[in-house]
């Protein structure tokens, strides 16, 4: 509630709820919030959408599953920055691997990936899926295979499908598990900053600009910390009122 800026420390005055005001009507912070409900809303949707599906796969008796399971933690482990700065070298538009391909294989002249505002935001969507999918798949799995045999099993007797057994059985039951895990990783997902920032910086322009980004833009390159505090305030209520939504949710659909 001060218009305090770190290079003018002794220059401060209350300014009441002007910060506010101005971060819910400044065009930047309302681009970086839509940027961020996409960026979350697309990256978790998908990585849910992949995790089951890899899962549902995994989750049966086959040669190597140990393997496959290692190899699925390894995006997971690696670092942040690493993720960002390995992708924006395969993404070069000059001499990056995907493009190199693009061109000698199909004769196709690779676009710019990472300046271009309408494949920037996919490009970081599509990082973000690559590395935290194997979060899903093996927190679904152990969902899975924690799920009692015999409601499975009576269903098949009743002559049930693949496609009735998983939605009418499988998902009903799993559910408290997606919920807690979408929870989860929809959390961390409003936290992302290495990667996006490792990646693009933001741009082209500020098309992948995620609010995260866009605070630490006003605290550390405009040194405006007052209002880059009340944007943080404001980020911190809504990512308390989606997920207060999904705990009453999950809350009301956990068996007693």
Known sequence: ???????????????GLDNFTRALTDPDVQASFINTLIYVGCAVFLEFVLGILIALLLNRQMKGITVIRMLLLLPMMATPVAVGLMWRWLFNTDFGIINHYLSSWFGITGPNWLGDHTLSMPVVILVDV???????VLSLLAGLQSLPDDPVEAAWMDGASPWQLFWHVTL????????????????????????????????????????????????????ETGYASAISWLFLIMVILITSQFIRFLYRETPK
């Open 130 to 136: 690559w590395q935290w999918t194997p979060f899903m």
């Open 172 to 223: 009903p039951q799993l559910k408290p598990v997606i919920l807690v895990v979408l929870l989860i990783r929809m959390i961390d997902a409003f936290k992302s900053f290495d990667v996006v920032w490792t990646l693009t910086n933001g741009g082209p322009g500020i098309s992948t600009e995620l609010l995260s980004l866009r605070v630490y833009r006003v605290a550390f390159k405009f040194w």
């Open 1 to 15: 509630m001060t218009n305090y800026k770190a290079t003018e420390p002794e220059k401060w005055s209350f300014v």
